[in-house]
Structures are given as C-alpha cells and as structure tokens.
C-alpha cells in the first residue's frame, strides 16, 4: 500500500502521483492521511486503484471519478464526487452540499447526512444516502438513481427530468413537476440493485421506499405561460 | 466570494488563546478573501468603561487619548494597535467623546463601540492584517472575523468587514445583496448614515434600525429573511456571543464545529481544522434561514 500524508506532500504531488497511474498499474492501494479539509483530494482518477483517505476533505473530492475506489473516512465539503463517471465513492459521515452534482455514473454512497442539492443534475448515477438529504436535492436531475434512507428537505426533486428519487422516510415538499408515483417491479428490481451494489441487501427492504419522478408538465412549452417571457 | 470565521469559547482556559485561533482561521481563509481582513474581538474592560475602536493613521492617533482624556477630564486609557487605537472612556461620556473626536479629530474614524467589542479591520493579506494587530496575543470570549474578496465595491479600509451595527455588536458577511440600494435609501430616510456603497453595511444598518425599533437580534435577523434580497451568511458578534444565519437557499458555504470547550463557524471546514480537538468535535452545517445563536450563560 502507498501511504501519503498530505503534511508532508504537497496535494498537488498526490493527484499527479495518482494521475500519472498506468490502467496496469500495480499500486492497486493508496492510503492518504491528514487531508485537514483540503479541497480536490483524488480528482480526476482514471484506473482502477482504490484510494482511502483518513479524514475530513474540502471540496470536490474525487470529482470526475473513472474506475477508481475512494472511500473518505470522514466527512467531505461541497461536490464530493461531482461529474464522477464510473467507479465507488463513499464516504463514512456527512457530505456538505451538491453532492454527486452532474454526475453520469458509477455509485456514490453517503453513509451520514447530505446537505442542500444532493445530486443536483444527476445524469446517470446512482447516489445512496443513508441518512438524511437537504433542500433541492435532484434539482433538474436527468438519469440514475437518488436512493435515501433518511428523509428529504424542501423542494425536492425541481424541475425533474427523468431520474428516480427513492425515499423511505418524509419528504418535507416536493418541486415544481416532481410526483409521488407507483413503482413497477422492474423499477424495484432496479431499486434493489442499487442497494445491493452499496452493500445493503438483507438489510434494506426495496419495497420501503417511495418513488418520486418527473410528472414531465415541464417538457414542452404551454400556452398559459406566455406571459412568463 | 470572501471568508467568514467565528469562535465562541465555553472553556475560560482557551479564553487566552483567543486571538491566536482567530488569527490561524483567518489565515487558511485568505485564499477566499485576500484583499483585506478584518476582527473583532470581545474582552472585558473596566466597569463603568466603554471602549471605543478608532481608526486613523500614526499621526492622527498621535496624542489623542490625551487630548480626549483632558476634555473629558477623565483618565482615559488607551491601546495602540498599529492604524488603530482603543481608548477607554467613562461610559456615560460616550456621546461627549463622539462629539469631541469629530470636532478635533474628522479624520478619525470611530470603527466600532462597546462595552466588550474592539473591532480591527484593514487592507491586505489576513495574515499579515491579525499580524498588524497583534491578534496572536489578544484574549477573549468569542470573536469574528472576515477575509474580503471584493464585489460589490472599492477595496479599502472602510469596506472591509466587520461592520459595527451598535454597541458591542457587528456584523461579517458572504455573498452580495441584489436590493442594497433601495434599503441603503429607505435606511436613510430613517435616519440612518453609510460611509460606503457596500452592500454588507447596508445589512448591518439594517440590524440597527430593527433593533432601534425594539427588536432583539435574534428577531432583526429573522426579519432580514423578509426584506433583504440576495445572498448570504451572517455572522453577527454580540457582547454575549454570536449569530449565524444563511439565506433561503443557503448559495454560500457554512460549517459550524461544536464541542464542549467552543463553539467554532468557518465558511470552510479548512478554517477549523486547526483548532484542538476538533477530531472529537460535533461539525454540522447550518440549516437555511434558520437564526443560530450562542450566548454565554
């Protein structure tokens, strides 16, 4: 295992040491320590490596994810795993907002709380929280999966394109044009693939969960709102 | 965007510290506001006293406590703090000493007033503004401070933060309002004076004025949510402790970080990681347009 301690090396040494990794890399381990809520720890990851970083991180931390493994043993600032493509996110306490924003693949778990817009124009990802998410989470959201154990604050899902909203708890309000709708079984199975993939089959029921989606008023322009340009 | 930073300490042992965490949050905030810093911090003072915070330059600060103290006729003791000077007056001659500094002395500025609260701001690096001040070495109960990333108006001293909006209190601010100017003219036809264009002051004028009006912070705050557009996070210092409140939206970044011996706020988890003990501290963020508020017991 290669261990960083980012007292000692400077951040900028450890993305480019991570970035610099060949796709038949043998470095499969990395360890990072001290990250003191430092911004952009492991961004832009592109090999399979898996990353452990020991402590709380600033903003952006592993944004635009590829293959790689980060788990934060910690709590993470703005945008964590923002426009991640593919590979695991997860970080162990709570997230600050826009969590998973723009993402179009790959799983990120929040085993804490996330704060305000949780998957903000998600496009693709899978995002499970097990706590609780804040306001305007999947603002404008387009594709993937928002899985939540917890509860969810205002004014979720606004402006919804076609991502799926999972809640098992209570949904404060919901946005313009986002619905309470009946799931099929294949959206459950779906649902239970997503829990499956973040470890939580046995002990999460698919059938708890609400599915909030898109009532697609939103999609054509309508007669009635001319006067609104 | 610009820095915002508070401490608020429960443990009467770290009271010496004070100033010098202050001073390590401020710094880590420069690279969110790097044209110009500013604190405030609270400390006792004699009874009876109130400590005026003025601003001014070498010369001008030259032999004012004496002259202040010979027209008051009462001792009046004085702390030089670079382009600063806190001068001890007899509380009940505050209005006399107002009066006497604006006919002796126009080109000081009073920057701040109370009981606990010396207010200290400047151009130029954080780092080196807490180090112009001495900040490292001062004590206290709680303190704010703000690292500016100008917006809204000129860099200069006048614009930087902390704004005083009264005795013993003031106000930091991050963001922008979008309805500056017509509160700015509706303030001033109650009576109320700006020396800038900046935005920040127009929302500590407005505290002032609802507070004038009878209502406690808390509830000033709370009526801000009604009537000043944009956005923000406060952090208002108070003779007791401080308040914290994020817009509607919360758009600019907030993390506070409890625990049995202070509590801390930075815009930026970063600003508190040097504080001790802040491995074992309960670090949340603020809700949205939710008032926060510490006070000592």
Not at chain 1, 83 to 100: F, L, W
Not at chain 2, 75 to 84: F, I, L, S, W
Not at chain 2, 178 to 203: I, K, M, P
């Amino acid at each position: 295992m290669r261990v960083v301690d980012l007292e000692r090396t400077s951040l900028r040494e450890l993305n480019q040491a991570l970035h610099a990794l060949p796709a038949d890399t043998a470095d499969l381990r990395w360890k990072v320590l001290n990250p003191r809520g430092m911004h952009a720890v492991a961004v832009g990851l592109d090999a399979p490596v898996s990353v452990e970083i020991e402590g709380n991180v600033g903003y952006y931390c592993a944004g635009m994810n590829q293959q790689a493994s980060v788990l934060v043993d910690g709590n993470a600032g703005v945008g964590v795993a923002e426009n991640m493509m593919s590979g695991v996110v997860r970080v162990t306490g709570d997230v600050s907002q826009s969590a998973g924003a723009t993402a179009h693949g790959g799983l990120l778990v929040i085993e804490g709380d996330a704060s305000a817009r949780c998957g903000i124009s998600m496009k693709g990802v899978d995002i499970v929280v097990k706590g609780s998410i804040g306001p305007m989470s999947a603002f404008m959201a387009q594709a993937g999966n928002l899985v939540v154990l917890g509860d969810a604050g205002e004014a979720l899902g606004d402006s919804l394109y076609e991502a799926r909203l999972w809640v098992r708890g209570q949904v404060k309000s919901l946005g313009a044009d986002c619905i309470a709708k009946e799931a099929t079984d294949e959206e459950r199975q779906i649902l239970a693939g997503v829990l499956a993939k973040a470890g939580l089959e046995g002990e999460v029921a698919a059938q708890d969960f609400q599915l909030y989606g898109s009532a697609r008023r939103l999609y054509h322009f309508h007669i009635d709102n001319v006067d609104a340009y | 965007m610009c820095g915002i930073v508070g401490l608020f300490i429960r443990d009467p042992a770290l009271e010496p510290r004070a100033g010098e965490l202050l001073a390590q949050m401020l710094g880590v905030m420069s690279d969110r506001g790097p044209d110009s810093a500013g604190f405030a911090i609270y400390q006792d003072a004699p009874a009876g006293t109130l400590k005026l915070t003025l601003r001014g330059t070498a010369q001008s600060l030259e032999g004012l406590a004496d002259g202040l103290a010979a027209a008051l006729g009462a001792p009046v003791r004085a702390e030089p703090h670079d382009t600063h000077l806190v001068a001890q007056v007899p509380a009940a001659r505050e209005a006399e000493a107002r009066a006497w500094l604006a006919a002796h002395h126009p080109d000081v500025a009073v920057v701040g007033a109370g009981r606990r609260m010396e207010i200290y701001k400047e151009v130029g690096r954080p780092d080196d503004v807490a180090r112009r001040f001495a900040l490292p070495r001062m004590s206290g109960s709680h303190g704010i401070g703000h690292t500016r990333m100008a917006t809204e108006s000129a860099v200069t001293t006048r614009g930087a933060h902390p704004f005083s909006t009264g005795l013993d209190q003031c106000l930091v601010h991050n963001g922008s309002l979008s309805n500056h100017n017509s509160v700015r003219r509706t303030l001033q036809r109650e009576g109320l004076s700006f020396e800038t264009e900046n935005d920040s002051e127009v929302a500590a004028g407005y505290l002032t004025w609802r507070m004038r009006q009878g209502a406690t912070l808390k509830e000033a705050l709370e009526a801000s949510l009604g009537d000043l557009d944009g956005f923000y996070t406060f952090v208002v210092g108070a003779e007791n402790g401080f308040a914290v409140l994020r817009d509607p939206i919360a758009c600019k970044p907030a993390v506070m970080a409890e625990t049995a011996r202070y509590v801390a706020f930075g815009s930026e988890y970063r600003a508190l990681a040097g504080l001790p003990g802040i491995e074992e501290a309960r670090v949340f963020e603020p809700e949205p347009a939710r008032v926060y508020a510490w006070e000592r017991g």
